[in-house]
């Protein structure tokens, strides 16, 4: 069994779904394309195993002989099949850990990945979504084991503050005091519930021509910055208040193909000045965030690794109103889970997918990206490139539904059109 420890604010998170709409060009025969989707399954350790959560609060990855995983018929729209399915508690302790939905007309086949995060991170479900249409070309998969990160194989490099040290062990030593309480699949059940009882997503999608990508692109590298730094300029300018800003970093090396959850993160602290250029703020961002990678990287894999696991569940119990307790109620805010270190916007840019278009006579025609909104971020927007054409997403709440479309749009106007001011060299 492998232990869950950097991923263990995924086991409890209510909205740790990562989507993927692929549409498919033709008609695929349900039964060909079901077929294949099971022959994924089968193919990786992740998808061949259920979540066990131990009496002592320790959870980990069991192998199974059979997928827990699911295969449905889309009915009706996609974004529609996902707002009704993310109300419906993922099936951890019996391996459903990813949903998928199909349905085949003349024109085209809608092929809807919705993973949990305990599947495996964002490029992990793009292997995955590789492997159903190698499988469903006739290609054999190989089995891909899982390779998550332990305790002891997270790299102790960049700065760790002493503080950061200390404060795992207080909460450890207090948590102990308590007598080291636990939670139960009864509380994940619960949770759940709450947390859905009176929500629903909002989602929303921005599909970018060619030729509009390749102006985002060159305007980005035309004055030195990320195109990543780029567009998170034009969302902090969409609202001056916003200064907080997530940003996940895949720490997967580039031969790793498993499907595991490799993901860190770092934040930004800025602010957007208005007296300043927009190109002078992106390359005060993208400085910021250069530092941030060389110093904090590992950062938050080693602070969660340090605490006792059930203290990272009770911290989302808390967050949502089914735990009040005063050192978890102090954690959630040093986690940013609440308070003033909630992240403002994040940004999950898996940049180009790195997948054919064609397998055979079945060819990729449009990939749609939409990342989890996490607890401990308020807007939460995906990009993703394939073949040439940007995608940018976004995952709300179904009541702030106006506000957050207001927001997103205007940053993509933002994006764009100070990407066409940008002179060619």
Not at 97 to 112: G, M, P, Q, Y
Request: hydrophobic share 35%; proline share 4%.
């Amino acid at each position: 069994m492998c232990e869950i420890v950097t991923e263990r604010p995924n086991l409890f998170e209510p909205n740790d779904l990562i989507v993927f709409y692929v549409e498919l060009g033709g008609a695929i025969p349900v039964n060909d394309l079901t077929d294949a989707i099971k022959a994924a399954y089968a193919a990786n350790e992740a998808t061949m195993s259920k979540i066990v959560l131990e009496a002592n609060g320790a959870a980990y990855y069991k192998k199974m002989s059979r997928s827990g995983c699911k295969v449905a018929i889309l009915r009706g729209d996609w974004r529609e099949a996902i707002r009704t399915n993310e109300k419906i508690p993922f099936d951890l302790k019996n391996g459903e850990l990813i949903r998928c939905f199909l349905n085949s007309s003349e024109e085209k086949t809608d092929f809807v990945v919705m993973a949990h995060h305990l599947a495996g991170d964002g490029k992990a479900i793009v292997r995955f979504i590789e492997d159903v249409m190698e499988a469903l070309s006739g290609v054999s998969l190989t089995y891909r084991p899982m390779t998550p990160l332990t305790r002891e194989n997270i790299p102790k490099t960049g700065k760790y503050p002493l503080t950061a040290r200390l404060y795992p062990k207080l909460c450890n030593r207090k948590w102990r005091k308590m007598g080291s309480p636990s939670f139960s699949w009864e509380d994940y059940d619960r949770l759940y519930r709450r947390y859905w009882e009176n929500a629903a997503s909002y989602l929303d999608d921005k599909r970018l021509s060619e030729e509009e990508t390749a102006l985002v692109i060159q305007a980005a590298k035309r004055i030195g910055v990320s195109v990543n730094s780029y567009i998170i300029t034009a969302f902090l300018r969409a609202d001056g208040n916003f200064r907080n800003v997530g940003i996940p970093v895949s720490v997967r090396e580039k031969e790793n193909s498993s499907m595991t959850n490799l993901t860190s993160g770092i934040r930004i602290l800025y602010s957007y000045h208005e007296s300043s250029s927009f190109s002078e703020n992106a390359k005060r961002i993208h400085r910021k965030v250069l530092t941030e990678l060389k110093t904090h990287r590992w950062l938050p894999l080693r602070f969660l690794s340090e605490f006792s696991p059930a203290l990272i569940d009770g911290v989302l119990l808390h967050t949502h109103q089914c735990l009040d307790n005063p050192t978890i109620a102090r954690l959630a805010k040093v986690m940013g889970y609440t308070g003033e270190r909630k992240r403002d916007v994040g940004i999950t840019n898996l940049t180009v997918l790195d997948l054919p278009s064609d397998y055979g006579n079945t060819k990729i025609q449009k990939i749609i990206f939409i990342p989890p909104n996490v607890s401990y971020c308020n807007h939460v927007i995906g990009v993703s490139t394939f073949h040439g054409e940007m995608t940018l997403t976004y995952h709300g709440t179904e009541t702030e539904k106006e506000k957050q479309r207001s927001f997103f749009e205007r940053g993509i106007r933002i994006l764009l059109s100070e990407a066409a001011k940008i002179p060619p060299r």
